[in-house]
């Protein structure tokens, strides 16, 4: 392939992730704006936050089929129209036209991420993939980055959140332009042009296959889809994404007092994921794909342990009632509120504990005793000796766990932009026979959604079930079982063509360094393996 469309294909690839990035970023700085001026309630917001979401879900469910009969190239441009669309939907000005927009931008999302990894991994030398196919996660950091900055520039500017939702449209549209310069990805055009190896162009005949393929023993496909459904669902499930949601407060407990220094504080640590993020991709084709995820995975858990271990006696850990009352009925005769930074509710989570802090000083006022008249006797001090003053400074060790947690948090964000990040998306377009490589990605994602909906919509029962140190301990397990899943089942794909991945993986020959294992049998669901010669 000539440099020039291998460039051309990175740059499509992070343009996509980009725009991915942004969409996903912008709503938190967006949603401050169209609560006020649409006089949103808790559950409207909650619902156009996760628009998004369910987009997302229904393209994974539609997406796997169109990329596989329609070509990636087309499902590419389809996303960026889609996308285009949507943008414009967001600004008519009424609050289902937000709701029907972010739907659509997420299902173009969706289509475009998909279509793009399996492009780019298709259209690559082996030495380059993991570079090149990654740059879609760098694009998505950068994104989410961008996002951040956007939403501080025009945090104070009147109708700002047109603007932020408006800036999207800017990539898209060099994405659109550039793709039409690309090759066609349909099979036939890519083998005709010899831009692609040789299992893509002997899969041009095997459209016969269907969606149960993904459950069969032939080929060892049942094997590859537990493994791509271990890559997603650990992904989700050892917390990211409703860490970054709880970030704000965090960073909130350890001195980000005002709101510029909370969001400043937020850029920094989008900056953090960025860098990590590119690291990743140099190594992902030198150190391999298995020693990121399992380091990551590795680092991760002890993170997120520790955290939950000095968290426990954090004012954060207390339990909260997930529903809350109306805060708008009859309180105009109480005292105000106390004050509270408005960084910290950037995100339905934090909203949602917004909220409920301004009840618990409701319901501690109303219990407070009537001032009684001037003529009336004072009332009885107190039996209980006085509480510490609330303005007291926190103490030395306070301030030391707080910064470890900080830091904890950080190693997180790092561990997962090195491992989990990049290497899932990576892997998915290795793992999967190219007749089906969409429908399999499709389907995988389609669960990456679902749970990541799942954890959004559960997570402040699961604090009001556990506390917020259970919850981290929690998540910390949840990545020891991941590295222990990934050393046992993942095979390494470093340096390899698509080819001779997929002929490891249909003889049930797992690759890891210098050494080949076979599966020689499954007893319930853990596979028993036997070392065989690299010449067998």
Partial sequence: ??????????????????????????????????????????????????????????????????????????????????????????????????????????????????????????????????????????????????????????????????????????????????????????????????????DVCSSVDNRKYNSVYLFQRKDNMRTRTVIGLGLVL?????????????ASTILHSVGFQSDASAVLASVGLGSVKVIVTLTSMVFSDRVGRRPLLISGCSVMALCLITIGLLSGPSSMNAERACSSEDFSVNRTDLPPLPVVNQSAVDSPL???????????????????????????????????????????????????????????????VSAYSAGFGPMTWLL?????????RGRAFAFTNCFNWAANLLLTFTFLNFIDAVGLSGVFLVYGMTSVAAAVFFYVMLPETKGKTLEEIDKELRSNKFYRGEECYRIISWRNTSPQYQRVSLSS
Avoid at 67 to 78: A, Q, V, Y
Avoid at 146 to 158: F, G, K, P, Q
Avoid at 386 to 396: F, I, L, N
Wanted: contains cysteine; proline residues 6%.
């Fill in 1 to 198: 392939m000539g440099s020039s469309v291998l460039l051309l294909a990175g740059l499509v690839s992070t343009l996509g992730g980009l725009v991915f990035g942004y969409e996903l970023g912008i709503i938190s700085g967006a949603l401050l704006q169209l609560k006020a001026e649409f006089r949103l309630s808790c559950v409207q917001q909650e619902a156009l936050v996760s628009s998004l979401l369910v987009g997302a879900l229904l393209a994974s469910v539609v997406g796997g089929w169109l990329i596989d009969h329609r070509g990636r190239r087309t499902s590419i441009l389809l996303g960026n129209v889609l996308l285009l669309t949507g943008s414009m939907v967001l600004l008519v000005g009424s609050y289902w036209a937000l709701v029907v927009g972010r739907m659509t931008v997420g299902f173009a999302m969706c289509i475009s991420s998909m279509s793009c990894c399996i492009y780019v991994s298709e259209m690559v030398t082996p030495d380059r993939r993991g570079l090149l196919v990654t740059l879609y996660e760098a694009g998505i950091t950068v994104g989410i980055l961008a996002a951040y900055a956007m939403n501080y520039i025009l945090s104070d500017s009147s109708g700002g959140w047109r603007w932020m939702f408006g800036f999207a449209v800017v990539p898209t549209v060099i994405q659109l332009l550039s793709i039409w310069f690309l090759p066609s990805s349909t099979e036939e055009s890519l083998c005709q042009r010899d831009l692609v190896s040789s």
């Fill in 234 to 246: 650990f992904q989700q499930f050892t917390g990211q994404p409703t860490v970054l949601l709880y």
């Fill in 350 to 412: 934090d909203r949602r504990l917004f909220n409920n802090t301004q009840d618990e000083a409701v319901d501690e006022v109303r219990q407070k005793p009537a001032v009684s008249p001037p003529d009336s006797p004072p009332a009885s001090p107190p039996a209980s000796p006085p509480a510490s003053p609330p303005d007291s400074p926190p103490s030395v060790l306070g301030s030391v766990v707080n910064w470890i947690i900080l830091v904890c948090l950080m190693a997180v």
């Fill in 428 to 436: 998915l377009t290795e793992i999967f026979p190219a007749a089906i």
